[in-house]
């Protein structure tokens, strides 16, 4: 039989079809995850370092140390009175405060790394308006590598997010409405074979990879020169594997729900702690260690940790294993699970 | 000749505790067309689903086309085509591509744009199923359980909600069906449709088959005669209508009275003479040949559509 009168090219060009037909859905695929890789992009990109408020208590001799300080771009200098100055360091609004003397004096708190921070350039500028010479010539290279900055770290993450959400949607729902709307019925009324059927939504959600990642990774790279360090191969083999354990979540949720709001629920309950937990804006690591582990088992952290391993560390296929055997074992349980209790009606 | 449809006994408990289907029995012949008939919630939808493998039956033996659900499920689906009482297809997909799909699913089968034609949907090939209207959407169903070239067609409720145009075009269609020697078992809520198109009806209340046989035999061994629906201004006491010539199966609800007379010439005189008598007002009176309407209404007292 000619691939293209195969009810399983049918079945899958049917998914394509529903899928590619609905505006808001290409919306949600491809829209929503290259807008937000565009904002918060922007708005996390790199800064030259924040200038820090220091206080000159007015008196004689303040204008001088004023504009000695001010010479360092690092610093934010402010005149005010000594009560102000007592005041303003006590709120923690500046990190310093410098009284011109006679004795010339510093005050601040040394447990702030803002202070201490604030001290030395301080002390730095005060002595060089005073004639101080560098005794060493120190080069000085700033490090803004693409694979270290947040959007590197944002745009696996997006990636991630994106095929759990657009996977279990795209498959959860769409079955839940079948059966809700009792096409799945008319459906296993044909020799249409089951297997088929359900193979068609993992090939469709394949057919989706191959489109979301050029486009989402063409964006960054455009727009933020964010590049695959590593192995491509091992970055897509990390998205299928990722495509394919979301799936077999879609499908289990949806083996049973009658109705596409009980669906809903579960949905979201499944992936509110992924949201979460997984690290797709922020690193994981700011969770508590004992919580690490149970959370490196959840698949988007998995899928994440992975695209990053490859994508900002240089990983290749070995490198990634751990993630692709916790993908591809989440997704094959979830799978044989799922057509095991799956109801047709 | 050989049996498309033996069933012996058939019951279906619904949960918690919907006696759907109670002890029905039914035998098709193959090549025949055949009707089930019966107020909402008979049973009819049931049965069909239990015939086309949807719903196992909580007792009773079923054989399709000489096979058994059990054993040869595949085989059945290969040459069974079905309508469900409301269809509902993928939306976004056009009428030619769902035809493609199920064709699909068939060894042998027809071809989309022969299936469309005669569902006279040709026009609309390429159009989403959600741009369809109502009466549309139904053949579309149609079309889907006749592009497997079906040697047994189930259809429930096929032309609900279709304009009478659509109607006599899906008729049309059944009987060409059925002129190729297939079989069609059919639910149905249209007495004129039954008496048309269907060799044999069973009409089905509360689960069982009240009524078998070939529609004009159930009306003549039921009803016979003409049936007269009155309109009075009062109630007719019964004995006034049992005293019209000629007059049998009587029946009076409030201002509304019905009888069957055989000679309808010599039944009205006789009728008016009573009411005079009586000195009740006809103020309206219909007469019509009986349907199968009224073999319900006479083995029931009930109508089949309320
Ligand atoms: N899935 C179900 N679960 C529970 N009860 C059901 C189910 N399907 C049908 N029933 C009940 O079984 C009885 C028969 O329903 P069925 O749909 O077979 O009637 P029908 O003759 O097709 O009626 P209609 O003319 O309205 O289509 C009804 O009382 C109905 O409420
Ligand atoms: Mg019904």
Redesign the pocket.
Known sequence: MALRDSPLWHLTMARLRSWLREPEVLFWSFGFPILLTIALGVAFRNRPPEAVTVLVEAGSGAESVAKALANDKQLTVLTVDHREAARQLRAGLAALSVDPGPPLTVRHDPTRPEARLAKLLVDNAIERSQGRRDVAAIANQTVDEPGARYVDFLVPGLIGMNLMQSGMWGVGYAIVEMRSKRLLRRMIATPMRKSDFLLSFLIMRLVFLLVELPVVLGTARLLFDVRIQGSLVAFVAVAVAGALAFVGLGLLVASRAKTTQAASGLMNLVQMPMFVGSGVFFSIKNFPEVAQPVLRLLPLTALNDGLRAVQNEGADLLGVLPQLAVLGGIGVVTLVLAVRIFRWD | MDLAIDVEGLH?T??PE?H??RGLDLAVQSGECFG?L????????????ILEGL?TPSAGRVRVLGRDWAHDADAIRQRIGITL?HTYLSERLTVAEILAMFQSFYHSARAVDEVLAQVSLHEKRDSWFDRLSGGQKQRVAVACALVGDPELLFL??PTTGLDPQSRRQLWDVIADFKARGRTVLL?T?YMDEAERLCDRVAI?DH?QVIALGRPRDLIAEHVGGIVLNLTTDQPVAIERLQAVATASRTRVDGCQAHLTVENLAAAVPSLLTELGQAGIVLQEMQTHQPTLEDVFVTLTGRHLRD
């Open positions: 279906k619904w949960p919907v759907a289907v089930l019966g107020p909402n919630g008979a049973g009819k939808t049931t049965t069909i689903e719903v009482q429930d409720e639910t809520h089905v689960g």
